[in-house]
DNA sequence: ATAACTGTCCTAGTGTCATAGGACAGAGGG
DNA sequence: CCCTCTGTCCTATGACACTAGGACAGTTAT
């Protein structure tokens, strides 16, 4: 599990920790009740302060990716996302629709468009294999 | 062409409207040469102060969805988007990689997600049909 | 020229965000 | 108990984002 922080990007370091956990959730590379480092020694890793990590990690339990017990640590959550259907149906609508629009306002034709879905979802199931037959091997 | 501002979302009032201009762009709404709202009465109509659009605008701009004269008014852009094409692909992955953990993080399989976002372009290609005949026909 | 319109720049106020350090509370090993 | 680890809360500070109003510059019609 290996974090990395761009501090030119100009996004907030906390947010970029949830989305990096987030994509290690997604792709296996963290398992559920697998536990997250600790907030100090990886916010002294990222030389970043222990609350930029809190508030990352803080924001992954509002979120239902993590668990947190005080005195223990944080752990990936078995179930993700405690939102009814139609909220998380409608969430993820918003973000394909931007990503929609993005593509018209690049001039990326449909088919082009799907063919890149299609490459990225089969990226991440690969990825996924991998760490399968890593930790079950 | 209709602007709504929801002001208890959290996002920022010229965010908002740079959005909504894309997706105007996107859906056909608002064609190439075409005249936007001029920053006052938009403005005012939305009661926002004119900075806000202004910057809206700005923003639409460095975009390269717009072209704005001083003097004479916005105009949706011909060619949007100056950026290379290499560079237009990495945009639109990262784009895409955040629907998808987004998805995965939802709990959406693969193919109800695929057949989503078809859903989503079939509704921007009907959009863009009606706004066709209407200013066609 | 005047007036009414267009977008733009400058500057200031206000608030929120991101980050940081100190102190506190629960868990577990000597 | 004592110490060290865990996460959490409170508070403060610095920076930046958003908004807002005044003044300016280009365009067009009268």
Known sequence: MLFRINFKSGKPAYLQVVDQVKAAAASGELRPGEALPSIRPL????HLNRNTIAKAYAELESL??????PGKGCFLSQNHSPLRKEIRRKLLIEEIDQAIVMAHHLQVPGPEFLELIQ??????????????SHKEG
């Open 43 to 46: 916010a002294e890793e990222l």
């Open 64 to 69: 239902g990716v993590i668990e947190s017990l």
């Open 119 to 132: 490459e990225r979802l089969d990226a991440l199931e690969e990825k996924r294999r991998a760490h399968e």
